[in-house]
């Protein structure tokens, strides 16, 4: 009789043994095929998340450096007196900022130069213990009260964020400032003298899209009269040194294009930016666009510095990839104890069943026959296996899938909150990069993953099926049939 029909009459005969491996090996299926549907919907999300999100690289001062400079130049005075450090400002000059953003996989830019100001003709949000409003004679004076000839300067009340464009801004983009009335400042007002105010600081003055006001640096030498172009809604609470500094109340932030801020500082910062931010378009092209950046000659690296920033990715993608993480555990696992578990059914299948292999031994039926037969049952109940796996794990891998990603959601929101809570947010200067509380809260968190079950998985998991159906049948084949038919026939009782 045909080894083939042999297995098929004796799963009929053992009905209730089939069903306990059907059930065992669909179990298997369903657990390896959601494994993989969860790995490939994972990462697929987060390749979408990196090519949408793209990463951050800021040229800017390589503060280190200078500071490393300057340490070495006290050692080496020639008095050996050392010299006290002193903070230095290294512009960018704007021309060497624009020759990167031409290199490739740079989306966008934006640049930076940030100061402060004093308000002419209107009134800045006052803060509770505000000094800047002390006695004028007292700012005026040199030490000891007596008259100076150094420029007279007044406490800042303003915060001067010069940009190149607002809607990449840093704030903006995190969604902590967003525009509620008139227009954003874009690279066609460079040059211009715009400005955008917050709407708390407009409604104080009753100011709209289209009056003017006049801003004066902070020795009170240059004046610029700006017409308000846009007015804009912003959430940040501020740090707690904005109680004592106008300046740092974030109501009292004005955006301008850069030149306006160059303005205010004075001739030294025309044509100069404090950093330059650039957009890759590709998260995983960053270090690309560093290489090649690092061949540009128009910028003095042994000055300035890239530092990559894709926080905002990371944060997105970090439980995405501990669910596919998991998911990979799983398939392993699964695999493992699959086999395992259908060898030893197997095993005990065929110790029981000797008797039948010693007669079929003994009529002269080959062994490699009686393997193909075992093999033939377990494979049979493979592939129905398989069917009920494709059919099913589309809706197990989406309920599991997107409960572990909620899971881990919780678990990174719960992290992002300790880290925000070490110690107060925001830093003196202006609201550029780094300043502000945490630019990574707003960020949107991938809730679902979408779980399509494709024929590569399919694949990948029928072949784990057949691996598995292999070993739980070679193997405990192997125990059985070293024996000769006499040994097997007379050992049975």
Known sequence: MNFIKRALLSMKARKGRTILQLFIFTIVCVLILSGFTIQSAANKASELARQELGGDVTLSVDREKQMEAQQKESS????????????????????????????????GYNLYSNTQALASGFEPIASSSDTSQSDESSTQQGPGGNDSNRPKMVQADLSVSGILDSETATKFKAGTDKLVSGKAITASDVGKNVVMIEKTLAEENDLKVGDTIKIQSSDEST????????????????????????FLNPYNTIYVPYTVANTIKGNDAKDTVDSAIYFMDDAANISAFEKAAKKVNAVDWDTFKLDANDATYQQMIGPINNVAAFSKNVVYIVSIAGALILGLLVMMQIRERKYEMGVLLAIGEKRSKLVGQFLVEILVVAILSFGIAAVSSHYVAQVVGNQLLTQQNETASESASTTNQRGPGGNFGGPGPGFGSSLTANTAEIKALDIQVSLEDMLKMGGIGVGIAFISVLLPSILVLRMNPKTILTKQE
């Open 223 to 246: 004046t610029v009269t700006l017409t308000i172009k846009g007015i804009y809604e912003t959430t940040d609470s501020g740090s707690d040194a904005a109680a004592n500094f106008s």
């Open 76 to 107: 080496s005075s020639s008095d050996g007196t050392p010299e006290r450090r002193t903070f230095q400002s290294t512009p960018v000059a704007v021309l060497a900022a624009k020759k990167l953003a031409e290199l490739d996989h740079v989306a």
